[in-house]
C-alpha cells in the first residue's frame, strides 16, 4: 500500500511511523513524526483557531453593504430562500469537512492535506494549486476593496479638497501599504494572527451590535440619499426610515427586481444571488489552520459549525430588521443605509474596514499554509523546495513571503472583477471536491456521518456545482 492509494485508511494506517512509499513520494506519511520534527507544538483552540477567522471571514463587507441591496431587490421571502439555499450548500460542505478532519490526524495546508490524503496526492496537488491561487485572488480583491472604501470616504469630500490623493499609483501605493501590515503579522506567526484577529473580531462585534441597537433605538428618520446615477430618473432625493411598521414589512415581503444603482444592470433572483453567496464562502478559513491547531479533528468540526451557525441566524435577523422598518426606495437607494441609520454613523465604516483588512489577511495565511503544505509533500520537484523553511517556531516564513509577493503582484493589476469570478469558481470547484473526498472515505470507513447520509450529500452537492 502507498500513499497514492485514495482512501484515508492509508493515513491512518501510517500515522505513527514514516512508510517506504512516503520515502518515494516525499509525502508525509508520519503526521506525529513530521510534525514534532517541523514545527513546535501546536497552540490555537477551537475559538482563536477556528470560530473567530471563520466568523470574519463569513462576516464580510456584504454584512454591512449588501443586506439592503438582497432585501430591497429580492423582498424578504426571496431573501430567505437565498440564504436557506446558500446555507444548505455550506452546510453541506463543512459536514463534508467535519466527515474528512476527524477521521484522523491533520496537518497544515487545509484543504489540500484532507483531499490529498484521502484521494491521493494527484488530486490533492492540482486542487492545492488551484486552492492556493483562489486564496491569493482573493486576497488581493479584498485588499482592493479595502482601498477604494478608503479613497471613497477620504477622497474627495463635499468641499471638493482632497485629504487623500487618489488615482492609479495612489490606490497602489495604499494596497501595497495594507497588504505589508498583513505580511508582517502573518510573518511573525499564528500566535500574533490570532491576536489581531481577535481584536478586529470584538470591534465587529461592536459595529454589529450597534446596527441592533439602532433599529430598535433609532425613530422614523428621513434619510437624505447621497447617490446619484444615470440610470435614476425620480426627482425624489430622500428615503424614510419608518421604524417598526406592519405597512412597511407588507411593501417588502415580495421581490422587486429593478436596475442597480451603481451599475446599471438590471437585477434578478440569480445575480443578487451572486452577489450574496460570495460573502458566505469564508468556510475555509478555519480549516486553512489545521496546521496550527491543538486538535484539528476536534476543534474545525466544532469551530465551522459554530460559525455557520451564527452567521445564518445574524444574516437572517438582519434581513428582517431591514424589511420591517426600511422602505424599499431606501434600500434599493442607499446600500449604505445601516450607517445612515446607525446611533454612531462612523461605526459602519470601521466595521466595513475591518472585516475586509481581517478577510485580506486570512486568505494570505491560508494561502502560505496550503503551499507549505505542497512543497513538503515534494509534488513539484525542487521547485518549491525553499517553501519548506521555517523559523524557530515553526512559521513557514518562506511560504509567506511567496504569498505576500503574488498577492502584491496580484493587486498591481488591479483586475478585481477577473478575480471575483475565478475566486467564485474555485470555491465551487472546492466544495465539489470535498463532497467528493467525504464520498469515497465514507465507502470505506463510519466516521461523523451515518451511511445513509452519504449518497444524499454527494448526489445534491454534485447537482448544485455542476448545474
Known amino acids: 500500500m502507498s500513499e497514492k492509494t485514495p482512501l484515508l485508511h492509508y493515513r491512518l494506517t501510517t500515522s505513527g511511523e514514516p512508510s517506504d512509499g512516503s520515502k518515494r513520494t516525499g509525502v508525509r506519511g508520519g503526521v506525529h513524526a513530521g510534525r514534532s520534527k517541523d514545527r513546535a507544538p501546536q497552540k490555537l483552540g477551537v475559538l482563536f483557531g477556528v470560530v473567530i477567522p471563520t466568523l470574519l471571514s463569513m462576516f464580510s463587507v456584504v454584512v454591512f453593504l449588501r443586506i439592503g441591496f438582497v432585501v430591497g431587490q429580492a423582498g424578504l421571502y426571496h431573501s430567505i430562500a437565498m440564504f436557506l439555499v446558500a446555507y444548505f450548500i455550506i452546510t453541506m460542505t463543512v459536514l463534508s469537512i467535519c466527515a474528512i478532519s476527524t477521521n484522523g490526524a491533520l496537518d497544515a495546508g487545509g484543504a489540500y492535506y484532507m483531499i490529498s490524503r484521502a484521494l491521493g496526492p494527484e488530486f490533492g496537488g492540482s486542487i492545492g494549486i488551484m486552492f492556493f491561487f483562489a486564496n491569493i485572488c482573493s486576497s488581493a480583491l479584498y485588499i482592493l476593496g479595502l482601498v477604494e472604501a478608503i479613497t471613497s470616504t477620504f477622497g474627495v469630500p463635499e468641499g471638493h479638497h482632497h485629504m487623500l490623493p487618489s488615482g492609479y499609483w495612489w490606490s497602489l501605493l495604499y494596497g501595497t501599504a495594507l497588504l505589508f501590515l498583513c505580511f508582517i503579522v502573518c510573518l511573525v506567526g499564528a500566535h500574533i494572527y490570532a491576536k489581531a484577529t481577535f481584536i478586529i473580531f470584538i470591534v465587529v462585534m461592536m459595529v454589529l451590535a450597534s446596527i441592533f441597537i439602532s433599529f430598535f433605538i433609532v425613530g422614523p428618520t428621513v434619510v437624505t440619499l447621497s447617490h446619484t446615477s444615470a440610470v435614476n430618473t425620480t426627482s425624489m432625493s430622500t428615503a424614510n426610515y419608518t421604524g417598526f411598521r406592519l405597512h412597511t414589512l407588507e411593501g417588502n415581503l415580495f421581490s422587486a427586481y429593478t436596475v442597480d444603482y451603481t451599475t446599471g444592470a438590471m437585477m434578478s433572483f440569480t445575480r443578487v444571488f451572486a452577489v450574496m453567496f460570495n460573502g458566505c464562502t469564508g468556510i475555509m478559513a478555519g480549516s486553512n489552520m489545521s496546521g496550527d491547531l491543538k486538535n484539528p479533528g476536534y476543534s474545525i468540526p466544532r469551530g465551522s459549525l459554530a460559525a455557520v451557525f451564527t452567521t445564518f441566524i445574524t444574516y437572517n435577523v438582519l434581513s428582517l430588521l431591514a424589511a420591517w422598518s426600511c422602505d424599499r426606495y431606501l434600500l434599493q437607494r442607499d446600500y449604505s443605509f445601516l450607517g445612515d441609520i446607525n446611533i454612531l454613523p462612523p461605526m459602519v465604516t470601521v466595521g466595513i474596514y475591518s472585516s475586509a483588512l481581517s478577510a485580506a489577511m486570512s486568505n494570505l495565511i491560508g ?79 463510519k466516521n461523523f456521518w451515518s451511511q445513509w447520509h452519504i449518497s444524499l450529500r454527494f448526489s445534491t452537492k454534485a447537482t448544485l456545482n455542476f448545474h
Open 367 to 445: 494561502a502560505s499554509r496550503v503551499l507549505y503544505a505542497l512543497s513538503k509533500d515534494d509534488l513539484f520537484g525542487g521547485v518549491l523546495a525553499l517553501a519548506r523553511k521555517t523559523s524557530q517556531s515553526g512559521n513557514p516564513w518562506v511560504s509567506v513571503l511567496v504569498s505576500w509577493l503574488l498577492v502584491r503582484r496580484m493587486v498591481s493589476f488591479i483586475v478585481a472583477n477577473i478575480v471575483l469570478l475565478h475566486f467564485n469558481g474555485a470555491c465551487q470547484s472546492l466544495f465539489t471536491w470535498y463532497h467528493l473526498t467525504g464520498y469515497f472515505s465514507g465507502l470505506k470507513q
